[in-house]
């Protein structure tokens, strides 16, 4: 008998540990990747590794377009920084080839990283799909890397740390949020000291992480993470203490656009969150009825996350919720097109892309241990955000293509109720 116990609690705690390395090798090998995709090869052109490139890539599309269609205006926002005197916001206007009531805007690098991507969509939507029609039908406003110190320099946020994406609204009153779930994570969030992935606690961030799931929720845990925070500037999903530069530039540039208007489309391009290569429709939650069918009209067929499932969460300064108000007389549809990279919908992805978010923020804010660190750090990152893998390219312009060409086909037949 005693042989016997002992023998069982070896087996347990052979298992135990089995699981435990287990558990370990896949949190530090985790990828979404999947292989049995076809590649387009034609799609990869439109993606390139510098911001430079991917700026001049858009401006000779933009020139292109100039030779098919009248009186295009080309302007450029140069954001100030400390360490760079070539960051610059570009806006490109195609006044409607005719009379027209209607204005689409598509938007890249609100979060900069993610411009490589909503560059190339931008670009294959000049190249592609902009034809006599669409131009007859509607004016088009093209703004290319609202962000682009983190566009060049591989972040999210910007030089100073703000989250674009957080740091929209028609007045300062956005600054004075609170959210006291964040102040609760702090030490999760935003950890001191250098970046060393050897320590225990990077190590073991899953089970850290999962300790505070238990805590509290999953979703609780979620919102005040990602919703927004203004009172850490060194932690991410900062939203500032006053609108940033280019937020202010389009403050004073949209309303003078959006006013001709009485139906607007507009699509914000992003990455990094969702199922990986996949096409995610993710606004922040509509209460206006009206609004919300109009929106449902223009993506008919495809399912878009208001926020019934289990991983929403609401965010604060977004921009979709910023272009809703720049006109009020007029009906401003606004959707996300989130990319996914790491089955963030995923318990597991979501833990994995919120350290890499972690990671790299606290790298920028205090360094870190060693080369090595810092290479692989900055590395998951870019996986996250950009990823380098063929097929994902190719169906991210594939689905982006697809979704454009149904939806602006849905904004022509979209009428003004009386
Ligand atoms: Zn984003």
């Keep these: 008998m005693k042989k016997f116990l002992k023998l069982f609690s070896y087996s347990l705690l052979a298992i135990i540990l089995a699981g435990f390395t287990g558990l370990y090798i896949y949190y530090h090998s985790f990828s979404a990747e999947q292989d049995n995709i076809e590649i387009n090869s034609d799609n990869l052109k439109y993606f390139h590794e510098s911001y430079n490139k991917s700026r001049q890539a858009f401006l000779t599309a933009v020139h292109e377009a100039g030779r098919k269609f009248n009186n295009i205006e080309l302007s450029e926002f140069r954001v100030s920084s400390n360490v760079d005197t070539n960051l610059i916001m570009d806006l490109c206007y195609i006044p409607p080839q005719q009379d027209t009531n209607r204005l689409l805007v598509l938007i ?53 740390n703000v989250d674009l994406n957080r740091n929209c609204g028609t007045d300062n009153s ?28 990077n190590q073991f961030f899953y ?20 919703q927004g925070q203004y009172e850490f500037p060194e932690g991410i999903y900062y939203g500032g203490n006053d609108f940033t530069p280019q ?40 209460k206006d009825d009206y609004v919300r069918t109009a929106t449902e009209s223009l993506f008919e067929g495809y399912h878009i996350d208001w926020g019934d499932s289990d991983d929403f969460y609401t965010i604060m300064g977004d921009l979709s919720k910023y272009l809703q108000k720049v006109n009020p007389q007029a009906l401003t549809l606004c959707m996300p097109f989130e ?69 602006i086909g849905h904004f022509k037949d979209i009428e003004l109720e009386d």
């Design 108 to 160: 890249s690098g609100t979060h900069g990283i993610e411009g490589y991507t909503g560059s190339a969509i931008q670009q294959m939507f000049l190249n592609d799909i902009l034809n006599e029609e669409i131009a007859n039908d509607m004016a088009i406003l093209l703004i290319h890397a609202y962000n682009p110190y983190g566009f060049k320099y591989y972040r999210k946020a910007t030089e100073f």
């Design 174 to 201: 956005i600054f004075e949020n609170k959210n006291p779930g964040y102040g609760d994570l702090y030490d999760l969030l935003c950890p001191a000291g250098k970046v060393n992935t050897g320590n225990p606690k």
């Design 207 to 226: 089970l850290v992480a999962i300790w505070n799931i238990l805590k509290e929720s999953m979703a609780t845990l979620r919102q005040a993470a990602l």
């Design 247 to 286: 937020t202010n530039y389009l403050k004073k540039t949209l309303p003078k656009i959006f006013e001709q208007y009485d139906l607007i489309f507009a699509v914000d391009l992003h990455t990094g969150y969702g199922e990986w290569a996949k096409l995610h429709l993710f606004p922040n939650p509509e």
């Design 339 to 407: 990319f996914g990279t790491l089955n963030s919908q995923e318990t597991f992805g979501s833990l994995v892309s919120i350290h890499r978010m972690i990671l790299e923020n606290q790298g920028y804010n205090n360094g870190y241990k060693n080369h090595r660190n810092e290479i692989k750090v900055k590395n998951d990152f870019k996986e996250m955000y950009y990823p380098s893998s063929e097929i994902w390219r190719s169906e991210v312009i594939r689905q982006s293509r697809e979704m454009l060409e149904l939806s």
